[in-house]
């Protein structure tokens, strides 16, 4: 089995900086990409930014304000989010796609999420 956990949420004021950070641990034998979803109340879950093959996407509402990075020897990623606003308010959850062995099936795994509020 494979789990991924999370931290680094919080409470933050708008402007401010908060860093997410996931762990993929496991039946793991390699990852294709890894990313950070939010969801905010009443809302569908959107992709916030995703690393997948040394190359980065981000939603346009980020872009500028939000980096993601990955170690790919540890099957960790991260989210450094800056200039903070009160829509990014959101639960944060980390995805991986990747494979648990030779077979190349790709199975695609979540944590359990993290929640972040940016108010005054």
């Known amino acids: 089995q494979v789990q991924l956990v999370e931290s680094g949420g919080g409470l933050v004021q708008p402007g401010g900086s908060l860093r997410l950070s996931c762990a993929a641990s496991g039946s793991i034998f390699s990852i294709y990409a890894m990313g950070w979803y939010r969801q905010a109340p009443g809302k569908q879950r959107e992709l916030v930014a995703i690393?997948?093959?040394?190359?980065?996407n981000y939603a346009d509402s980020v872009k500028g304000r939000f980096t993601i990075s990955r170690d790919n020897a540890k099957n960790t990623v991260a989210l450094q989010m800056n200039s903070l606003k009160p829509e990014d308010t959101a639960v944060y959850y980390c995805?991986?796609?990747?494979?648990?062995?030779?077979?190349?099936?790709?199975?695609?795994?979540w944590g359990q999420g993290t929640q972040v509020t940016v108010s005054s």
């Open positions: 995805n991986a796609d990747l494979a648990r062995d030779e077979s190349g099936k790709m199975w695609r795994y």
């Open positions: 690393s997948s093959g040394g190359l980065t």
